[in-house]
């Protein structure tokens, strides 16, 4: 016989029994689950994107499972509260409804910014990966990082030093990550990136822009280590005025004329630990 369509079945609750083991579970929960997005960016206009994100919980010794389902119906619930400035009042309400000592969200997505082609003006759209990773206690402790991974060109200045003409470049990633202790902006951290380098990119070049973009990095040669140092300085402003508490960045070049890639990083909590570096 059919059950009426009105009647409530009740099933048992896995999730619920009690685990015998003794042993607590530092985050469990979902992974690899796409998500639109929509971000305000710092020119005022609204952004939609796509993120890649995990959400997770605490576990206690004494609970079999947490319940995934709600993983995703706080998603379709509160994702609009996926927001630096907001995105810890929505942890506290998943820990609430989860039952949890500890909430973890870990995401990546891409934007794309509008860049004019230094001579001709043309506008293109260029694509940088940006990462807001943000935790929230039961006890209310609340820890943010917001990165980014920017693209850029760098001209080997020893190349350049010891060559009659020419000198060998490279395409190199600058990764960006702060714990800000006020706003930070996805593209203040992409503009540090950019002014570091030798030259940013741009979506599109036409004949005079390459002239123009060429001369340019072969006027302004970095090694990694130069790159990484100059970021590390505009970081250093920001830990001067107490915007953030902490930073990691680094660069990674892809050398043209080597079979490996040089790499450089920079990780900083105090403000003299910086200045004894640069």
């Known amino acids: 016989m059919r059950n009426n369509s009105s009647e409530v079945i009740s099933l048992p609750d896995m999730q619920k029994s009690r685990d015998e083991r003794g042993i607590e579970i530092d985050r469990v929960g979902v992974s690899n689950v796409r998500y639109p997005l929509n971000l305000h960016l710092r020119d005022g206009d609204p952004f939609n994107t796509v993120a890649n994100l995990s959400l997770s919980v605490s576990l206690p010794h004494a609970e079999k499972g947490t319940h995934m389902s709600r993983f995703m119906t706080f998603l379709n619930e509160k994702s609009q509260l996926l927001q630096l400035d907001t995105v810890h009042m929505a942890l506290e309400e998943l820990g609430h409804k989860m039952q949890s000592e500890e909430v973890f969200l870990d995401m990546e997505f891409p934007v794309f910014l509008k860049r004019h082609a230094p001579v001709t003006g043309?506008?293109?759209l260029l694509d940088?990966?940006?990462?807001?990773?943000?935790?929230?206690?039961?006890?209310?402790?609340?820890?943010?990082?917001?990165g980014v991974r920017a693209?850029?060109?760098?001209?080997?200045?020893?190349?350049?030093?010891?060559?009659?003409?020419?000198?060998?470049?490279?395409r190199s990633e600058v990764s960006i990550f702060v714990c800000p202790k006020e706003h930070v902006w996805f593209e203040d951290l992409i503009d540090i990136a950019e002014k570091s380098a030798s030259s940013q990119l741009y979506p599109i070049l036409k004949r005079a822009d390459?002239?123009?973009?060429?001369?340019?990095?072969?006027?302004?040669?970095?090694?990694?280590?130069d790159i990484v140092r100059d970021a590390a300085i505009e970081l250093l402003e920001l830990l001067k005025r107490d915007a953030i508490a902490w930073f990691y960045l680094s660069s990674n070049n892809n050398e043209s004329i080597h079979n490996d890639d040089a790499f450089a990083e920079i990780e900083r909590r105090e403000v003299r630990d910086v200045a004894s570096s640069i």
Request: hydrophobic fraction near 25%; glycine fraction near 6%.
């Open 210 to 225: 390459e002239k123009n973009v060429t001369e340019r990095a072969y006027d302004n040669p970095k090694f990694v280590e």
């Open 122 to 124: 043309i506008e293109g």
């Open 128 to 146: 940088f990966n940006c990462v807001l990773r943000a935790m929230y206690t039961r006890e209310g402790q609340r820890d943010t990082l917001v």
């Open 151 to 170: 693209n850029v060109t760098s001209c080997c200045p020893c190349s350049k030093e010891i060559s009659q003409y020419g000198a060998h470049n490279q």
